[in-house]
């Protein structure tokens, strides 16, 4: 599914009902079936398909599990099932996910005991893993490729034979999101103590099956984007500051790209401002999810950028800082990427574009929402597979034409299809 996408004709004013969050979604999936409970509300592909293979059973007999493009579910079924007394599975994905790592992750499961083989290259799924009483203790990870290797870990804490304590190493990606899993835990009656170098976890009782979500701040950074592109007003139903996700410091930095946040009763209400900062120079490690749609708006209203931290883009649905690079040069912005991958940059510097741009979205949910949003400056923008956002965002198109954009088969001539 193709969209050629015009913008609104008259002034953007929209209430959007966002999606729950797919980060508390995925760890209460886990934390509850380990409580002996289901309760977990699923609202996007990503959630759906762990929830599905949970409510399924895991295998006992060698069978196929196949998380398809979910690296979420991938990750903390690993460890799941590793920690599974009984289960006997291959545990594998699409062909992109074959080619994310998860050495770091299998290599701590087995210091603890884990029996998992690779099925392909050294380090990649596909996995055979046979489920087993896994020790405890402490165990030293790698964190600075996926905070969700420390997370898997710390959620299986309940089922090891000792109290877990977790040594991170290297730069640690995602840091809000380990603290996302640790005091999920803790509300599920695990005692959790956590600094930036160590988590330290105890669950003498088990744990207690607990409901939990609240809207994305993830998916409420492209709404953030289309705020600041169109000047226009935005009302995000029930998002609050207060949160266990990290991702609404979006709403700080998106205040340097002109866009500011009033917090009522009904949700974040996001308005434009023209104070615009001269430069965006962020360390965004522990929130790579919001780049792309960062990338797009600063492009788009012409303020250079040097984002640092983000070298986990690269092991993402795509590698997203080459798809950045890519698409926006379809837009004559000329981007860069240095310091050996972790670092995005862009100086201003423009060239002049003669064709109408073709996004690729590259299978990734977030770089199509980020594309989609460039219409206001370029009408008639294509916008390909965009299906693809119903991996964390299934209503997003839903959302995007209420708020006046239109949405057309490229297929139609483009002098009709702008009537």
Not at 11 to 21: M, N
Not at 292 to 313: D, E, K, S
């Amino acid at each position: 599914m193709d969209y050629r996408i015009f913008p609104p004709e008259e002034i953007l004013e929209t209430t959007v009902s966002l999606p729950l969050s797919k980060s508390i979604g995925a760890r209460a999936l886990i934390l509850n079936h380990i409580a002996g409970g289901r309760t977990a509300t699923c609202e996007c592909d990503d959630t759906a398909t762990l929830a599905s293979i949970l409510e399924a059973g895991m295998p006992h007999d060698g069978s196929t599990v196949d998380v398809g493009p979910a690296g979420t579910a991938m990750r903390f079924l690993t460890a799941l099932c590793a920690a599974s007394e009984g289960v006997d599975c291959e545990l594998t994905g699409t062909e992109r996910m074959q080619k994310r790592p998860i050495g770091p992750l299998v290599h701590v499961l087995r210091m603890l005991g884990a029996d998992i083989e690779y099925l392909g290259e050294e380090g990649f799924p596909p996995l055979r893993i046979k489920g087993k009483r896994l020790s405890g203790g402490t165990v030293d990870i790698d964190a600075s490729e996926s905070s969700q290797f420390v997370s898997a870990l710390m959620m299986i804490a309940p089922l090891l034979e000792a109290p877990l304590s977790i040594r991170l190493l290297g730069n640690v990606q995602s840091m809000p999101y380990i603290r996302m899993t640790a005091e999920m835990m803790r509300m599920r009656g695990a005692t959790v103590d956590f600094d930036r170098d160590k988590v330290d976890i105890y669950t003498p009782s088990g744990l207690k099956t607990l409901p939990q979500d609240e809207p994305d701040w993830s998916a409420a950074a492209f709404w953030y984007e289309i705020a600041a592109v169109t000047a226009g007003w935005v009302t995000l139903t029930g998002l609050c500051h207060d949160t266990l996700q990290g991702d609404s410091e979006v709403a700080s930095l998106f205040e340097r790209l002109g866009v500011l946040t009033e917090f009522t009763e009904d949700g974040a209400e996001l308005s434009a401002t023209p104070d615009l900062y001269s430069n965006l120079d962020a360390d965004l490690s522990d929130m790579p999810d919001a780049v792309p749609a960062l990338v797009v708006t600063a492009c788009l209203v012409g303020i250079p950028f040097r984002l640092t931290g983000v070298g986990a883009l690269r092991h993402k649905e795509c590698d997203r800082l080459q798809a950045l690079v890519n698409e926006m040069a379809k837009l004559g912005c000329l981007l860069e990427i240095e310091n050996y991958g972790t670092t995005l940059q862009w100086d201003g510097r423009r060239v002049p574009v003669t064709t109408l741009p073709e996004f690729d979205t590259y299978a990734d949910h977030r770089m199509a929402m980020a594309l989609a949003p460039v219409a206001v400056f370029v009408p008639g923008i294509v916008v390909k597979d965009a299906g693809v956002v119903s991996k964390s965002y299934p209503g997003f198109w839903e959302q995007f034409e209420k708020a006046g954009f239109r949405l057309v088969d490229p297929s139609e001539p483009l002098s009709t299809a702008e009537e």
